[in-house]
């Protein structure tokens, strides 16, 4: 086979960086970026860019003319939530929650004469107007202002991304097409553009009607289960806030380096002449290492470590060893290039201001680079690498993404045995949690090695973590067991008696157990697996609220666990498995539900997945329609606790620590992740819910129907009949690695919502 063959030629895109086989696959490609559509309907004179695209287009397309659709304006409560709005004054979401209804948000008189002049404009290109009409005028201005390194690294592409960056700020600052006065008929025509569905395959929108979704749809949801990629399918800001983040770190010192970015072993802490500056005082040293909390100096044994532990995976390979490398003076350079202080601390503000609000198991104000495990710093480096900006750290982490895996899961304090830890009483935590520090740690590597891998690795590695590497995981935390998973009594503690490193270290044992139980949820939901997680065995404490997990000093802390984590508030001693079978009750008192409102996001998350994990259950079993009963009181209680939450707590503290429309650098790791479309995993239960009632309900009548044809025949024979009329499950296929069927379930209910 030539080279030629076996290396083929790769054509990349040089605006968005993606890369293809075929010249014609990129050419066609290249039109996505373009506002050319010369394809027209002659049916509706809807516009598009593709030929395939108009044809599926005109199997749906009823003739109503694309000009005359209406614009609707959605007022400020619906945009936030983003819910369909009916536009009414008051609109039918606030009426009917009894609540004030208000428009701040219309689209100004120069957009609306823009758009309304021109009305032959297809709706995409409306939506990229009215985008880049609300823009950030800062990222506007100034986006010529970021320094010419960067600007020269990425060459001529640099003001296409920025064009690309101002477009979807208002998607990650939750300014959908609501907040621009359109209607969601956009995101009809992306939808039944880009997916050719087979009528029959259409939800029947008669089990449920629409008005039960409350008006929510599948905006984050749909995009999750049809890409793949950390930054493509969670909440990690911008081009724009990443470019503003890597902007920042390197200012002090890219005057001086202004090929910092192309060169991975240029060092910041040196000066042009190659002298150390470590000692000169300097304001860019105190800024910096203030900002990451470490010294260069010592940060580079840790570096060390990494690559020490690297070359013990590649040179000492076990039989099913994932690792192909073959250790060499060339990889071990590669290896030094990438895991160099200045690029690991360059990884370490990505993983902090881009990644965390996403999985925020590690505590930051007190987390020290020095004291921290080698294999946790690794995969907090990859994680970081993978949400850059910069396209060659994304490539140059998939070289390590299988070493890193080999050595956390063959780490002495992860693999070590150890009985599973039961307290005396079931209230009380264990009070060795400081002594389990490093194995939390180790557990945190573990986690992070499994996000990764499943979301950018390869299929290979997405089958092995799913199906092995995660048991894994899930065995060393039951083995961990609950008890370091609960906090103490602070009420009548004084800051002589608190011990902020024990709150931490619990406080980050709590967060890794949930998040280890929601990723063991994901692939419920998702992959369609059985779940590894027995729900009675969650006896942990609720996550902390955020205001407590994120103050940066002991008093700091403990002030705010006296504010907000009293004997009354449902932080104290409230255990999650608890909070479950209070939620799926026939009645939940008002005052309950304001109670477990002030829980937050990240709790709130929890439950609603623990309420898919009982679905899944549901519709693997011979059921009937009054077992689903639980799981429709606790999806009515949920989402009236999170609407109350939403218009209560989600923008102030001690949820809402920060402004999303004026993050900076330095306070974007205080936002709210992905977890703030919740609602979406809401109306993904309540629509499985429906499906599973409607085909539970037709195998009755099926059933009842046919006994009464066979009434006196034998009972083999009505055991039969039972048995030919079960129906197949919502979700068929099982432990798949693509979310194709979810994607697909989605997509349905969307084309009945907008009909």
Known sequence: MSSSASNPVLHRCSVCFKTYKRREHLQRHRTSHTSERPHRCVLCNASFQRTDVLKRHLQTCDGTPASTAGRRRACDRCVRSKKACSSSHPCENCARRGLECQYSNITPPTSNTQIEANPSIPTTEQHQMVQAFHAPPAIIEHHEDFNDPIRAHFGADFDALIQEAVSEFPLFAEHDAEMHGLSHDWLGTHFSDSTALDETSRPDPSCSSLSDYHGYSFNFLYDFTSRTGLVSSFDCGTLSQRLQVLQSFHYPYQTAHN?????????????????????????????????????????????????????????VKPSNSTVTHTWSPALEDQCRRFFSPPRFARFIEFYWAIWHPNVNIIHRPSFDVLQAKPILLAGMALIGACVSPDPIDNEDAKMWFNCVEEMVFTDIDFCSDSEPNSPIDDRSPAPDVLASKAKIQALQASYLVCLFQNWEGNDRSKRRIRRNRFSTVVSVARDMGIAIARHPDYTHQGMNEFVWAEFVAREEAIRTFLWI???????????????????????????????????????ECLDEIHRWMPQSSPFADLLLREVIETVCCDHLEPAMQQNFAQLGP?????????????????????????????????????????????????????????????????????????????PEYWLLGSLLTDRIASNTSGAQEERGSQNDLDHGSSSASSGKVAKTITRTPILDKYDQTSMRQVNELITDFQRVQME
Not at 526 to 548: D, Q, Y
Not at 668 to 676: A, D, E, N, S
């Open 259 to 315: 090929d910092g970015l192309s060169d991975p072993s240029f060092n910041p802490f040196e000066n042009v002449h190659g002298i150390s500056i470590l000692d000169d005082n300097l304001h860019i040293h105190h800024d910096i290492t203030a900002s990451l909390g470490w010294d260069p100096d010592p940060a580079a044994a840790q570096m060390d470590e990494i690559i020490m532990l690297v070359k013990e995976v590649v040179t």
């Open 517 to 555: 139980f929601l990723l063991d949820a994901a692939f419920v939901i998702f992959n369609n697996t059985p779940h590894r997680i027995v729900i009675k065995e969650m006896g942990t404490h609720l996550a902390s609220p955020e205001a407590c997990f994120q103050a940066l000093s002991a008093q």
């Open 602 to 678: 990240l709790n709130l998350f929890v439950v609603v997945s623990v309420l898919h994990y009982i679905i899944f259950q549901h519709q693997n079993l011979f059921g009937v329609e009054g077992q689903l009963v639980p799981i429709r009181n606790g999806l009515r209680n949920w989402i009236a606790m999170w609407e109350l939450y939403f218009d209560t707590w989600s923008f102030l503290p001690p949820h809402g620590m920060v402004q999303e429309d004026a993050l900076t650098p330095d306070t974007m790791w205080k936002r709210v992740g992905f977890v703030r479309h919740t």
